[in-house]
Nanobody, 124 residues
Framework: QVQLVESGGGLVQAGGSLRLSCAAFGVTFASSAMGWFRQGPGKEREFVAGIGWIGGSLYYADSVKGRFTISRDNAKNTLYLQMNSLKPEDTAVYYC?????????????????WGQGTQVTVSS
């Protein structure tokens, strides 16, 4: 049974930083393309960042480029999202995503497994 368990969310002031983690269980993590998505209040779920099997392929949404960094530790079966210079518009539930595709998922339809989500709230 595949489980993706996110942690690290919370409340932070604008300009602050948070680091999200996603621990993967029951999936061949090293051969899974991974990503982060988010869903803000009243919005659809959207792509945030993606990373290939060995971290060589990195993709970011334009809205987070230069502020967020996705990384993975295959030895620990863990995915990370370092979020700096946070803005109120980054407030959302953040979801870890795993895909059996060769490239990181950038659409929800490309995701095979989802985590339960972790809330990030940025106050102004």
């Amino acid at each position: 049974q595949v489980q993706l368990v996110e942690s690290g969310g919370g409340l932070v002031q604008a300009g602050g930083s948070l680091r999200l983690s996603c621990a993967a269980f029951g999936v061949t993590f090293a051969s899974s393309a991974m990503g982060w998505f988010r869903q803000g209040p009243g919005k659809e779920r959207e792509f945030v960042a993606g990373i290939g099997w060995i971290g060589g392929s990195l993709y970011y949404a334009d809205s987070v480029k230069g502020r967020f960094t996705i990384s993975r530790d295959n030895a620990k079966n863990t995915l990370y999202l370092q979020m700096n210079s946070l803005k109120p518009e980054d407030t959302a539930v953040y979801y870890c995503a795993a895909s059996r595709r060769l490239t990181p998922p950038r659409l929800a339809d490309e995701v095979d497994y989802w985590g339960q989500g972790t809330q990030v709230t940025v106050s102004s």
